[in-house]
Structures are given as structure tokens and as C-alpha cells.
């Protein structure tokens, strides 16, 4: 994404929502244990929330009969840019940290094999996704004037309770 195109996004980000009455900006913030990083650039599309269902189907005498399956792990892709300084652009997030502290903290917890939590937060104090999650795939890469551009994949991560469910 060229720097003309995420300051176009990061514009209609906030322009787009006043107008039509909606959450305003957001946040997203990434956790683990007692560290927390929140991205200093949010995309122009949030990430799509998925909710599969894993439904089986049995071919039989009377022919085919569909059974609701158990719910299946959500998954989410972010892409964006991350610069150096979050304080460099005007449209960035007054309180996102800068592109190290932001890798280090995704590389660090995959190193240890740990868990975070992705958080999107409306400015107004709704919530729209809090889920634990693995990463899946992280990439990065550094453009000709020092920012860096990346592209996150997550998979929701459940535990098991003590009444044999499964949270997030």
C-alpha cells in the first residue's frame, strides 16, 4: 500500500463513520500476559469476522441428512503499514506504538509460544472482536523510506473449561 493510499484510507476511515453515525475510529490492540502493543496504522477495512461451523452431512436410505457440527476456530488476516514512528503521519493513532516495538512484541511472543489477544476497540468503547489467537504467519518488509508493511494472520486460540466447554 502506497503512503498516498493508506493516508486515502486512514481519511475515509474517519470522514466515513461521522457522517454515517457509525462507532468512529478504532483501535487495535494486541496483549499477552502484562504487554500490550497498540497498532499505530488501522486499516481502512477492519478484519472480516468468520464463524464456521464444521456440519457434516450423511448420505442414508432416505437420502441426505445434514448435522449441525461443532463451531469452528475464526481466523483473521491484517495488513497494513507500520512506520518507524507513529508520530510521523498525521493520520496515524495518537497512541500506536512504533514498527520494533510492534514486531518484537509478535516475534517474541511466537518465540515463546504464547497466545496474544487481538482487541478492536471503537473509540466510543465498543467492542468489536476480543479474541485469543496464535499467529499463524507474520511478514514483513521495509519500503524505501524506512516503513514497514505486514501482513498478520491469526487463528482464534480456546482453551477448554471446567465444564468441558471451549473459550476464546
Known amino acids: 500500500m502506497s503512503l498516498l493510499q493508506a493516508t486515502i484510507s486512514q481519511l475515509f476511515s474517519i470522514l466515513v463513520p461521522s457522517v454515517l453515525g457509525k462507532p468512529g475510529k478504532a483501535d487495535i490492540v494486541l496483549a499477552s500476559d502484562s504487554e500490550k502493543v497498540v497498532l499505530p496504522v488501522v486499516p481502512a477495512n477492519l478484519p472480516e469476522q468468520n464463524s464456521p461451523q464444521n ?3 450423511f448420505n442414508g436410505i432416505l437420502g441426505d441428512m445434514a448435522v449441525i457440527g461443532p463451531m469452528g476456530s475464526r481466523s483473521l488476516k491484517l495488513e497494513s503499514i507500520l512506520p518507524p ?69 491469526l487463528t482464534e486460540y480456546r482453551t477448554v473449561t471446567g465444564a468441558g466447554g471451549l473459550s476464546s
Open 55 to 57: 456440519n457434516e452431512t
Open 85 to 153: 514512528t507513529p508520530l510521523k503521519y498525521s493520520w496515524c493513532r495518537p497512541n500506536g506504538d512504533g514498527a520494533g516495538t510492534v514486531i518484537n512484541f509478535i516475534k517474541k511472543n511466537q518465540l515463546a509460544y504464547k497466545p496474544i489477544r487481538i482487541t478492536v476497540v471503537y473509540s466510543n468503547g465498543s467492542v468489536y472482536l476480543s479474541m485469543a489467537a496464535l499467529v499463524n504467519d507474520f511478514v514483513y518488509n521495509v519500503d524505501n523510506v524506512g516503513d514497514y508493511h505486514y501482513r498478520l494472520e
